[in-house]
């Protein structure tokens, strides 16, 4: 059974740096791409970037190109989300994603990220 | 970066009624599109991908449809349990980028 564990919700003051780990069981991590998606209260899903775990490549979305790193350690099985400088707007749920096709589909149960002072 | 819509932003149907959501692409994507059902307090769930292609184990009255930069996911009866947000998603060029979604309630 595939299974993506997300590390626990984080508070963090506006300006600060989160990072998110997703440990993967149930298959071999380097085989597909990791995802990471976030949602905001009430609001959509957002597409943030993806790493692929085999050579370490990313790729990100544009507006947070300059704010996320995701990283793979093969060794743990693990992939990773770093964002910085926080702002309250990205107050969200973020979930970790992947899967055998080039969508996510298997999740993570998600990582709440609250940003307040 | 693509860009996509989707319409409605939200409907209310009667259980059993037919249900059609649009997802617009601001370029041609071909069939490179996957729809999700994402319910309050759950992951998404992946319905179709690409495009027409149900996943294994979704039941059979959901249905996609479209290639280029119009597609389609169709509920042919709907029921209680397809109340939910439904979302498309474009893998055609990094980066991906979703449709800000289809809120569907029962009348």
């Known amino acids: 059974e595939v299974q993506l564990m997300q590390s626990g919700a984080e508070v963090k003051k506006p300006g600060a740096t989160v990072k998110i780990s997703c440990q993967v069981s149930g298959y071999s991590f380097t085989d597909y791409h990791m995802h990471w998606v976030r949602q905001a209260p009430g609001n959509g899903l957002e597409w943030m970037g993806l790493v692929d775990p085999e050579n370490g490549e990313t790729m990100y979305a544009e507006r947070f190109q300059d704010r996320v790193t995701i990283t793979a350690v093969t060794s743990t099985d693990t992939a990773y989300m770093e964002l910085s400088g926080l702002t309250s707007e990205d107050t969200a749920l973020y979930f970790c994603?992947?899967?055998?096709?080039?969508?996510?589909?298997?999740w993570g149960q998600g990582t709440l990220v609250t940003v307040s002072s | 970066a693509i860009q996509m819509t989707q319409s409605p932003s939200s409907l209310s149907v009667s259980v059993g009624d037919r249900v059609t959501i649009t997802c617009r692409a601001s370029?041609?994507?071909?069939?490179?599109l996957g729809w999700y059902q994402q319910k309050p307090g759950k992951a998404p769930k992946l319905l179709i991908y690409?495009?027409?292609s149900l996943q294994s184990g979704v039941p059979s009255r959901f249905s996609g449809s479209g290639s280029g930069t119009e597609f389609t996911l169709t509920i042919s009866s709907l029921q209680p349990d397809d109340v939910a947000t439904y979302y498309c998603l474009q893998d055609h060029n990094y980066p991906y980028s979703f449709g800000p979604g289809t809120k569907l309630e029962i009348k």
């Open positions: 690409p495009a027409s």
């Open positions: 370029q041609g994507i071909r069939n490179d």
């Open positions: 994603t992947t899967g055998p096709q080039l969508v996510p589909f298997y």
